[in-house]
C-alpha cells in the first residue's frame, strides 16, 4: 500500500515558478505510475501530468505541455512537478497519485479512475 504527501506548493506570481513534491511510502511506489493532477476552484479535476514507473516515459496536459516536467526518483521514493512560467489560470489544489499495474505499460493514464492512491493536495495559488 501507498501512502503519499504532497508540499511545495504556495503563493506566487505570474511568469513565476514553483516545485511540488510528492513523498511516498512503501516500497512499491517504484512500481507504479505517478500523476499530478488539479482542481481549480469551481472547476473540476483535472489531469496535469503522468509518468511510468520507469520514469522513461512522460504525458502532460496541453495546458501545461512546455512549462511543466514532471520527474522521479526513486532512490527517494519522490515524484516533482516543477512548474515554470505559471499563470493565474494555474491555480488550484495540486494532487499526486498513483496506480496502474506493477511494471505496467500501455497508454498513458489520464484519467482519474485509472489511479489508486491519492495524497492529500497543495494549494499553489497564482497571482496576476
Known amino acids: 500500500q501507498v501512502q503519499l504527501v504532497e508540499s511545495g506548493g504556495g503563493l506566487v506570481q505570474a511568469g513565476g515558478s514553483l516545485r511540488l513534491s510528492c513523498s511516498a511510502s512503501?516500497?512499491?511506489?517504484?512500481?507504479?505510475?505517478a500523476g499530478w493532477f488539479r482542481q481549480a476552484p469551481g472547476k473540476e479535476r483535472e489531469f496535469v501530468a503522468t509518468i511510468t514507473w520507469s520514469g522513461k516515459s512522460t504525458h502532460y496536459a496541453d495546458s501545461v505541455k512546455g512549462r511543466f516536467t514532471i520527474s522521479r526518483d526513486d532512490t527517494k521514493n519522490t515524484v516533482y512537478l516543477q512548474m515554470n512560467s505559471l499563470k493565474p489560470e494555474d491555480t488550484g489544489v495540486y494532487y499526486c497519485?498513483?496506480?496502474?499495474?506493477?511494471?505496467?505499460?500501455?497508454?498513458?493514464?489520464?484519467?482519474?479512475?485509472?489511479?489508486?492512491?491519492w495524497g492529500q493536495g497543495t494549494q499553489v495559488t497564482v497571482s496576476s
Open positions: 512503501g516500497r512499491s511506489f517504484r512500481t507504479y505510475v
Open positions: 497519485a498513483t496506480g496502474g499495474r506493477p511494471y505496467g505499460t500501455g497508454p498513458p493514464m489520464i484519467a482519474e479512475n485509472e489511479y489508486n492512491y
